[in-house]
């Protein structure tokens, strides 16, 4: 099956640098990549997703690239600020068996950004 | 925002208890699951759905059962609670084409 490997576990930045969150996949096959942000007390909630047949998404401070031949994608955001501080997964959606696929989640990175 | 709901958000029960964890979503999405969050952070899949009278195990062993007889429901059981019970318990649905959306939890504690 598939196997999602996150780093680093945990990551601290001061307010205004940047933060990369770097994840591998195995299965060649996966074709879809979401990033979660989990703040506490919270689920988590989609924050960007990027597809196998794109190599970079942007949306305002954050943005994913996607390496398919490395089997690798980060997720990068920029000017930090103490409300990007949470808990954060990225995902590859993985066979599921008949039409249906799952997602296999990375173990997290907990982001503190320090004002 | 994603319209999906757990109840109750927090428990705190005995051991031997039997006890329901309410998911319920409005968006009509057939496909529903239930992870496992431990103190680490780690998400494990433990149950899932495709759609009404479908669901299977996950990854990860559980000694819960669930149940999908509406669209919009689907509850996770405990029929004897035990410490080892204790967690974070997160509902999702899958939409179109291949968002997950999670609901807020339930913190599950068993003395």
């Known amino acids: 099956g598939e196997n999602v490997e996150q780093h680093p576990s945990t990551l601290s930045v001061q307010e205004g640098d940047s933060a990369v969150i770097k994840c591998t996949y195995s299965?060649?096959?996966?074709?879809?990549f979401p990033w979660y942000k989990q703040e506490l007390g919270k689920g988590p909630q989609l924050i960007i997703d990027?597809?196998?047949n794109v190599g970079e998404k942007k949306d305002q401070r954050i943005a994913v690239t996607l390496n398919k031949t490395a089997k690798h994608f980060s997720l990068h955001i920029t000017e930090t600020q103490p409300e990007d501080s949470a808990v954060y997964f990225c995902?590859?959606?993985?066979w599921g068996g008949g039409s249906n696929y799952k997602l296999t989640f990375g173990k997290g990175t907990l982001l503190t950004v320090n004002p | 925002e994603a319209d999906i709901y757990q109840t109750p958000r927090y428990l705190v029960i005995g051991t031997g208890k039997k006890i329901t964890l309410e998911c319920s979503q409005t968006?009509?999405?057939?496909?529903m699951y239930w992870y496992q969050q431990d103190p680490g952070m780690e998400l494990h899949l433990i149950h899932y759905s495709y759609g009404v009278n479908s669901t299977e195990k996950g990854d990860l062993s559980s000694e819960s059962t669930v149940s999908r007889i509406r669209t919009e429901h689907f509850p996770l059981t405990l029929e004897s609670a035990r410490p080892s019970h204790t967690s974070q318990y997160l509902c999702?649905?899958?939409?179109?084409?291949?968002?997950?959306?999670f609901g807020p939890g339930t913190r599950l504690t068993v003395l």
């Open positions: 990027i597809r196998s």
């Open positions: 999702a649905s899958r939409g179109r084409p291949d968002t997950q959306y």
């Open positions: 968006m009509g999405h057939d496909k």
């Open positions: 995902a590859a959606r993985t």
């Open positions: 299965d060649s096959a996966s074709n879809y």
